[in-house]
């Protein structure tokens, strides 16, 4: 059994730009009870694809690059994998991040939101909430699990007023239903602490992953979305009075 200060860490990126504010160092945990059809890290599915790792030798290494960090507006995320399968693990992690005033971003699909404890969300500045659909059916079929749990969390959030930011990528005949998405901009307005919208084209970057791993990837003849559509759902999203990116 784990213990609180150890987890299994796939990789990390210590640069990068598109996971919370600023430049952000990154660490993908191991572990996802999700199996998205279009997920680009299907070699973090389980806790073997990492590398047992104690949390201060993780906060160690990410303390190298507080300086850097903290002049860019920056910080550390936690992503996967599903951070969430590992939630006390990332919790000291997080304090660890908060004890040298680094900025937190989980990464999450949460589904596992009710496995959170207060002492993670109390040393989480952020959240980035990925909603892989509205529509439960969709959700399920995309996910293989109930969409529920993810609004459950997102309405904790809420409650708690937790900054998060809420992605939706958009798969061609899959994601792509505006009346859907319509439905999703009003649950989200209503929320009160959702700072922005991004609005994810589907790639197909991770298939080669999938047949490295002997995956049946069910994609392959999907394309990505037209400019068109991505700025109609941008539109959409603007209608309801959110932040679009």
């Known amino acids: 059994m784990l213990k609180s200060y150890e987890g299994y860490v796939h990789s990390v990126e210590t640069a990068g730009t598109v996971d919370g504010p600023g430049m952000r160092f990154i660490v993908f945990t191991a572990g996802c009870p999700m ?40 910080g550390v995320t936690l992503t996967g994998g599903e951070p969430l399968f590992q939630h006390a693990f990332v919790t000291e992690v997080f304090k660890g991040c908060k004890a040298m005033g680094l900025h937190t971003a989980l990464d999450t699909s949460g589904y596992l939101g009710k496995v959170v404890k ?14 892989k659909s509205f529509d439960p059916d969709t959700y399920s079929k995309v996910t293989g699990h109930k969409l529920e749990p993810t609004l459950d969390f ?4 809420a409650a708690q007023g937790k900054p998060m930011w809420v992605r939706c990528v958009i798969v061609p005949n899959l994601t792509d239903n505006l009346d859907d998405l319509a439905r999703l901009a009003d649950f989200l307005k209503d929320l009160g602490n959702v700072e922005k919208v991004e609005v994810l084209p589907f790639h197909k970057m991770g298939e080669i992953k999938w047949k490295q791993l002997g995956l049946p990837y069910t994609l392959s003849d999907t394309p990505p ?4 559509l991505i700025a109609t ?12 990116i």
């Open 154 to 157: 997102a309405r904790l959030l």
């Open 118 to 131: 207060q002492a993670l969300l109390d040393v989480t500045d952020l959240v980035l909430l990925d909603i």
């Open 35 to 74: 199996r998205c059809l279009y997920c680009h890290n299907p070699d973090t599915r389980h806790l073997k694809h990492g590398k047992l790792t104690q949390a201060t030798d993780l906060i160690a290494e990410i303390e190298q690059y507080k300086d850097f960090l903290q002049r860019t507006g920056g």
């Open 225 to 228: 979305p037209s400019p068109e």
């Open 233 to 244: 759902i941008h539109a959409l999203f603007k209608e309801h009075g959110l932040v679009v």
